[in-house]
């Protein structure tokens, strides 16, 4: 039997024809009055009337006719029942026809001066604006009881003339939109009656499209996630989400809040908003437990990285990858992803990928490519108060993304242009005009979409036949021109492809990653790199949740969604580059693999080597010593007076030194070092992990994972058992080594904490940030008293380091610029500031036995100075041994180490420096020889007996004297 299929045609409605931040409220079904402005006649036609919080919008049963869009703004007066207006003796002859003389019949009257016609016969079109009307519309709901109905128009139609968009009106809408609306999902709608919900809760969300958002009950079972929408204006009432179906799961923003939650499954996602973070929480923990061991999370960013590196993913997959753990998607046009440009010949008749004078310079920013342009925003830079940005514009806006799309989606500018295209002139005809305006136009800096280097060409072509206008040339805007190395708009895309996984981009692309998502997106980084944009756009510049003024917020919440969004910043370190894994496994272990489990034991290739020592009988001065061949090198700058025992503070039998190298302590860099006792040591990392590691047996005892993001710093609150963090996400945790356990977290500051300082007298731990702030917060019972926290410190720059007294009266910190600053917290005046050296302080430091003192290190100095300023003792790093990137102190000596893996010692009693150590380098052009050396942190035990080192790439270098060593 032939089975005889009936075509039914898709609904004509779109909730894209709603205006900007626009509520669907109701729909129903009726009659209504439809005015035909070609025949000039009206008749009354069977509808769906769609009732939206701005605008009711009729959609006529007769495809032939337009849909009608009705404003309450343009409305003549507020929606009246036809029975009231006989009552009032109403006579108008253009009313009394809209009375079919059915006894007991009513209707509501809407009297309007203005309608917009969508056609939805061909193409999508520019809206048809009948303007200076004075026409009546009459609208017979079918079903639903009349007086209600006419109740809630003129609620909306009041709202509308009375407020403008505002938080206030939006929650007068929103008690609208759930009045009469059951907030139970319907059982029936589950897939089998063995699914048991694993939320405690139904949750009220909203499903996240472009430019459109849906409100309903999220309902998750074992087995499904199921969305059922409030209103019936898809074809389907409910959505259902196979759970094993899901390969990828990420945390999302949502206008600005941390609120939205988007999951894959095949090429189809799906984006939800909740109404606050506990609600995403708990769904995101619910479905985490309940997915596929494969599921894809935010804690996979570290694998995936390192598939990049090993050349297992491409390029654009890696990118693709990026943007989705940034919060980049599709679903939002505000967060939408981002790609670089990469090709900038536009004019060659053909292209060869390996002439790297083809590519654009992925070291900069868009805005810094053209050098020009760049001094004209560095100008209006240095003139501008704080806070300063060089580019008025954004990189990823909503408006780029719809511009680039109009051919592919242009129901999307048509929304947002209130139902017209942009001006020909304006819009997107040409590959090499847009590279050009992107290079020399100061009000363009964009970057490409993932369009760009796929494979489907409809977004370059007008396959649609859309009527775009004609430019002021006198040509109609019709194709995207592709550059003359391209056939057409396919092998454009495929080139371009080509081009981005090529070696010239594979090369360099880490440079622009780092731009974008990594550590020259914000700080003094940013700026070294011209890569400011205006604070707006940063994640976490404004806490929306703490401005009180709702309009306020809500303003601002429009500013920022419209002008485009930083992505969330996933490194704080450089990142690596592809090719980097090859040649730091080879030097580091010879090609012999090397692994690392979380926990347990490493697998290490231990090297052993007697380190020589030469000595130097030159003046105590800073004169470049004698290099010596060989990595590991030991070397003395002064003549040292020998003692009996073996010191490295002391710089004593330091050719009796040996080391041993732990590889891939953790994924990227060793952060901070703690001595533990019993030849143990605790770690933190880039990583965002905590570990215990036996420096000398080399084993991981214990590992935990606290957050994301790089903890760079951890100081004991109790001894070897409770240890504050500071987080570059911002937070400030408490975590339990017994327990392995957070016990306190809190986000601490608007940006990255930067440093730690505990004063047990005073039971008070401080913070500094990058957001130029210090805190003080109250301690009790080996933790922090929530909500105790204090501003104590406000700089104009980012504070990078930390230090109190004994007394805990006097701090010291110092800040990306190179200042020091000393206060008295007693008395609250500030003591003296001074600049000791221009360079970013590394850190800050009392003596322990001396509260008048104070020790500041630089990236190129070591000073002293008094408490009134007075410089004590000053010592200028070597620069070809590297920037100085961290130092131990014992009160009378220092310990610093490079980023090039060169240790010094100074002692500030004898006012010299004592000796160097590891490597030394004749230039400031002579690359790193060992990147384990690349040194990050140190620890020095207090006896000097043994230091140990922690590198950028994650390895531990242990140094001891050889006959202490604990083999």
Same mark, same amino acid.
């Given at each position: 039997?032939?089975?005889?299929?009936?075509?039914?045609?898709?609904?004509?409605?779109?909730?894209?024809?709603?205006?900007?931040?626009?509520?669907?409220?109701?729909?129903?079904?009726?009659?209504?009055?439809?005015?035909?402005?070609?025949?000039?006649?009206?008749?009354?036609?069977?509808?769906?009337?769609?009732?939206?919080?701005?605008?009711?919008?009729?959609?006529?049963?007769?495809?032939?006719?337009?849909?009608?869009?009705?404003?309450?703004?343009?409305?003549?007066?507020?929606?009246?029942?036809?029975?009231?207006?006989?009552?009032?003796?109403?006579?108008?002859?253009?009313?009394?026809?809209?009375?079919?003389?059915?006894?007991?019949?009513?209707?509501?009257?809407?009297?309007?001066?203005?309608?917009?016609?969508?056609?939805?016969?061909?193409?999508?079109?520019?809206?048809?604006?009948?303007?200076?009307?004075?026409?009546?519309?009459?609208?017979?709901?079918?079903?639903?009881?009349?007086?209600?109905?006419?109740?809630?128009?003129? #609620?909306?139609?009041?709202?509308?003339?009375?407020?403008?968009?505002?938080? !206030?009106?939006?929650?007068?809408?929103?008690?609208?939109?759930?009045?009469?609306?059951?907030?139970?999902?319907?059982?029936?709608?589950? $897939?089998?009656?063995?699914?048991?919900?694993?939320?405690?809760?139904?949750?009220?969300?909203?499903?996240?499209?472009?430019?459109?958002?849906?409100?309903?009950?999220?309902?998750?079972?074992?087995?499904?996630?199921?969305?059922?929408?409030?209103?019936?204006?898809?074809?389907?009432?409910?959505?259902?989400?196979?759970?094993?179906?899901?390969?990828?799961?990420?945390?999302?923003?949502?206008?600005?809040?941390?609120?939205?939650?988007?999951?894959?499954?095949?090429?189809?996602?799906?984006?939800?908003?909740?109404?606050?973070?506990?609600?995403? !929480?708990?769904?995101?923990?619910? +479905?985490?437990?309940?997915?596929?061991?494969?599921?894809?999370?935010?804690?996979?960013?570290?694998?995936?990285?390192?598939?990049?590196?090993?050349?297992?993913?491409?390029?654009?997959?890696?990118?693709?990858?990026?943007?989705? %753990?940034?919060?980049?998607?599709?679903?939002? +046009?505000?967060?939408?992803?981002?790609?670089?440009?990469?090709?900038?010949?536009?004019?060659?008749?053909?292209?060869?990928?390996?002439?790297?004078?083809?590519?654009?310079?992925?070291?900069?920013?868009?805005? %810094?490519?053209?050098?020009?342009?760049?001094?004209?925003?560095?100008?209006?830079?240095?003139?501008?108060?704080?806070?300063?940005?060089?580019?008025?514009?954004?990189?990823?806006?909503?408006?780029?993304?719809?511009?680039?799309?109009?051919?592919?989606?242009?129901?999307?500018?048509?929304?947002?242009?209130?139902?017209?295209?942009?001006?020909?002139?304006?819009?997107?005809?040409?590959?090499?005009?847009?590279?050009?305006?992107?290079?020399?136009?100061?009000?363009?800096?964009?970057?490409?979409?993932?369009?760009?280097?796929?494979?489907?060409?409809?977004?370059?072509?007008?396959?649609?036949?859309?009527?775009?206008?004609?430019?002021?040339?006198?040509?109609?805007?019709?194709?995207?021109?592709?550059?003359?190395?391209? #056939?057409?708009?396919?092998?454009?895309?495929?080139?371009?492809?080509?081009?981005?996984?090529?070696?010239?981009?594979?090369?360099?692309?880490?440079?622009?990653?780092?731009?974008?998502?990594?550590?020259?997106?914000?700080?003094?980084?940013?700026?070294?790199?011209?890569?400011?944009?205006?604070?707006?756009?940063?994640?976490?510049?404004?806490?929306?949740?703490?401005?009180?003024?709702?309009?306020?917020?809500?303003?601002?919440?429009?500013?920022?969604?419209?002008?485009?969004?930083?992505?969330?910043?996933?490194?704080?370190?450089?990142?690596?580059?592809?090719?980097?894994?090859?040649?730091?496994?080879?030097?580091?272990?010879?090609?012999?693999?090397?692994?690392?489990?979380?926990?347990?034991?490493?697998?290490?290739?231990?090297?052993?080597?007697?380190?020589?020592?030469?000595?130097? +009988?030159?003046?105590?001065?800073?004169?470049?010593?004698?290099?010596?061949?060989?990595?590991?090198?030991?070397?003395?700058?002064?003549?040292?007076?020998?003692?009996?025992?073996?010191?490295?503070?002391? %710089?004593?039998?330091?050719?009796?030194?040996?080391?041993?190298?732990?590889?891939?302590?953790?994924?990227?860099?060793?952060?901070?070092?703690?001595?533990?006792?019993?030849?143990?040591?605790?770690?933190?990392?880039?990583?965002?992990?905590?570990?215990?590691?036996?420096?000398?047996?080399?084993?991981?005892?214990?590992?935990?994972? /606290?957050?994301?993001?790089?903890?760079?710093?951890?100081?004991?609150?109790?001894?070897?058992?409770?240890?504050?963090?500071?987080?570059?996400?911002?937070?400030?945790?408490?975590?339990?080594?017994?327990?392995?356990?957070?016990?306190?977290?809190?986000?601490?500051?608007?940006?990255?904490?930067?440093?730690?300082?505990?004063?047990?007298?005073?039971?008070?731990?401080?913070?500094?940030?990058?957001?130029?702030?210090?805190?003080?917060?109250? /301690?009790?019972?080996?933790?922090?008293?929530?909500?105790?926290?204090?501003?104590?410190?406000?700089?104009?720059?980012?504070?990078?380091?930390?230090?109190?007294? #004994?007394?805990?009266?006097?701090?010291?910190?110092?800040?990306?610029?190179?200042?020091?600053?000393?206060?008295?917290?007693?008395?609250?005046? $500030?003591?003296?500031?001074?600049?000791?050296?221009?360079?970013?302080?590394?850190?800050?430091?009392?003596?322990?036995?001396?509260?008048?003192?104070?020790?500041? /290190?630089?990236?190129?100095?070591?000073?002293?100075?008094?408490?009134?300023?007075?410089?004590?003792?000053?010592?200028?790093?070597?620069?070809?041994?590297?920037?100085?990137?961290?130092?131990?102190?014992?009160?009378?000596?220092?310990?610093?180490?490079?980023?090039?893996?060169?240790?010094?010692?100074?002692?500030? +009693?004898?006012?010299?420096?004592?000796? /160097?150590?590891?490597?030394?380098?004749?230039?400031?052009?002579?690359?790193?020889?060992?990147?384990?050396?690349?040194?990050?942190?140190?620890?020095?035990?207090?006896?000097?007996?043994?230091?140990?080192?922690?590198?950028?790439?994650?390895?531990?270098?242990?140094?001891?004297?050889?006959?202490?060593?604990?083999?």
């Amino acid at each position: 039997v032939q089975m005889i299929g009936i075509k039914v045609k898709k609904k004509r409605f779109s909730l894209l024809y709603l205006e900007e931040n626009e509520f669907y409220v109701q729909d129903l079904t009726g009659s209504c009055t439809i005015y035909n402005f070609a025949t000039e006649t009206e008749r009354l036609e069977k509808c769906k009337i769609h009732i939206c919080s701005k605008s009711i919008i009729i959609e006529p049963s007769d495809w032939e006719l337009p849909i009608q869009k009705l404003l309450f703004k343009y409305m003549k007066s507020e929606p009246k029942k036809y029975a009231d207006i006989v009552k009032q003796k109403y006579n108008d002859s253009s009313t009394q026809k809209l009375f079919d003389g059915k006894t007991g019949e009513d209707r509501i009257i809407l009297h309007m001066k203005r309608i917009s016609e969508i056609s939805t016969s061909g193409p999508p079109s520019p809206y048809i604006v009948h303007d200076g009307l004075d026409l009546q519309f009459a609208i017979i709901p079918a079903f639903e009881n009349l007086d209600r109905t006419m109740a809630k128009l003129v #609620k909306l139609f009041e709202i509308g003339n009375q407020m403008r968009d505002s938080v !206030d009106l939006e929650q007068k809408i929103k008690s609208i939109v759930f009045e009469d609306r059951s907030n139970k999902f319907d059982i029936s709608h589950l $897939e089998s009656i063995s699914e048991r919900p694993i939320l405690k809760n139904q949750i009220i969300a909203r499903r996240i499209l472009p430019l459109i958002s849906i409100h309903g009950i999220l309902y998750c079972t074992n087995a499904n996630i199921y969305f059922q929408s409030i209103h019936s204006v898809g074809s389907k009432p409910v959505k259902r989400i196979e759970i094993q179906s899901i390969n990828t799961i990420f945390k999302r923003r949502y206008e600005l809040k941390h609120i939205g939650l988007e999951m894959f499954c095949d090429k189809k996602s799906y984006f939800f908003a909740f109404d606050s973070t506990e609600e995403r !929480d708990e769904v995101y923990g619910a +479905l985490l437990k309940k997915v596929r061991s494969d599921c894809i999370s935010e804690t996979s960013l570290d694998r995936i990285t390192q598939k990049w590196e090993r050349e297992e993913i491409s390029n654009f997959e890696y990118l693709k990858y990026l943007n989705e %753990a940034a919060d980049r998607t599709f679903s939002d +046009l505000t967060q939408y992803p981002v790609y670089p440009w990469v090709i900038k010949d536009c004019d060659s008749e053909t292209l060869d990928l390996n002439n790297p004078e083809i590519y654009r310079d992925l070291r900069k920013p868009i805005g %810094a490519l053209n050098p020009k342009r760049l001094a004209d925003f560095k100008s209006r830079y240095n003139e501008m108060d704080p806070p300063k940005y060089l580019y008025g514009t954004h990189y990823s806006a909503p408006g780029y993304v719809i511009g680039y799309l109009i051919r592919k989606n242009p129901e999307y500018m048509l929304k947002l242009q209130s139902g017209r295209y942009d001006k020909p002139d304006r819009l997107f005809t040409s590959i090499k005009t847009d590279w050009e305006n992107c290079y020399n136009n100061n009000g363009i800096v964009k970057e490409l979409i993932p369009e760009f280097y796929e494979s489907d060409p409809t977004f370059l072509l007008n396959t649609l036949k859309l009527d775009l206008g004609v430019r002021q040339n006198g040509k109609r805007v019709n194709d995207v021109k592709v550059p003359k190395w391209a #056939k057409d708009a396919e092998d454009y895309l495929k080139i371009n492809r080509e081009a981005l996984e090529s070696k010239y981009v594979s090369e360099n692309l880490h440079h622009w990653i780092d731009l974008i998502f990594g550590f020259r997106q914000r700080g003094p980084q940013a700026i070294e790199a011209d890569n400011v944009f205006h604070y707006l756009t940063y994640e976490g510049s404004v806490d929306l949740d703490k401005i009180t003024n709702p309009n306020e917020r809500y303003a601002l919440r429009i500013q920022i969604n419209e002008f485009g969004q930083t992505p969330k910043q996933l490194f704080k370190i450089p990142h690596p580059s592809r090719y980097a894994w090859k040649n730091h496994h080879s030097s580091l272990l010879g090609g012999i693999p090397s692994t690392i489990d979380e926990v347990g034991e490493i697998k290490v290739i231990e090297e052993e080597e007697k380190i020589d020592l030469k000595q130097d +009988l030159s003046s105590p001065d800073n004169s470049k010593q004698t290099a010596l061949e060989g990595r590991g090198s030991l070397k003395n700058v002064d003549k040292i007076i020998a003692t009996s025992s073996n010191c490295i503070w002391s %710089a004593t039998g330091l050719e009796k030194l040996k080391q041993k190298k732990t590889p891939k302590i953790h994924k990227s860099e060793i952060s901070s070092l703690d001595l533990l006792g019993n030849d143990r040591v605790l770690t933190t990392g880039g990583d965002g992990f905590i570990k215990i590691i036996d420096y000398v047996q080399q084993t991981i005892a214990k590992s935990f994972k /606290v957050c994301e993001l790089n903890i760079p710093m951890s100081i004991p609150l109790k001894e070897n058992e409770i240890y504050a963090l500071a987080g570059w996400d911002n937070n400030l945790y408490v975590f339990s080594l017994n327990y392995g356990n957070k016990i306190f977290n809190s986000n601490a500051h608007g940006d990255a904490v930067s440093a730690l300082e505990y004063i047990p007298s005073r039971n008070t731990l401080l913070t500094s940030s990058w957001d130029c702030t210090i805190k003080s917060w109250k /301690v009790r019972n080996n933790t922090i008293e929530k909500e105790s926290d204090e501003i104590i410190v406000e700089s104009l720059n980012p504070i990078t380091s930390l230090a109190a007294s #004994k007394s805990g009266q006097m701090i010291a910190y110092g800040d990306v610029e190179g200042n020091l600053a000393v206060k008295d917290l007693k008395t609250e005046e $500030e003591v003296f500031k001074t600049n000791a050296g221009g360079q970013k302080v590394i850190g800050v430091k009392f003596p322990p036995n001396n509260n008048n003192d104070v020790l500041v /290190v630089t990236e190129n100095t070591v000073a002293l100075y008094s408490q009134t300023g007075e410089e004590l003792f000053l010592a200028k790093a070597d620069p070809s041994n590297g920037l100085i990137s961290a130092l131990d102190f014992n009160g009378n000596t220092v310990v610093t180490v490079t980023d090039k893996g060169h240790a010094s010692i100074y002692n500030l +009693l004898q006012e010299k420096k004592m000796g /160097v150590f590891l490597e030394e380098y004749e230039s400031t052009d002579e690359t790193i020889r060992n990147p384990d050396l690349e040194f990050s942190c140190c620890k020095i035990s207090p006896d000097g007996a043994f230091g140990l080192f922690g590198s950028k790439c994650g390895s531990l270098t242990y140094v001891y004297f050889e006959e202490e060593s604990k083999e």
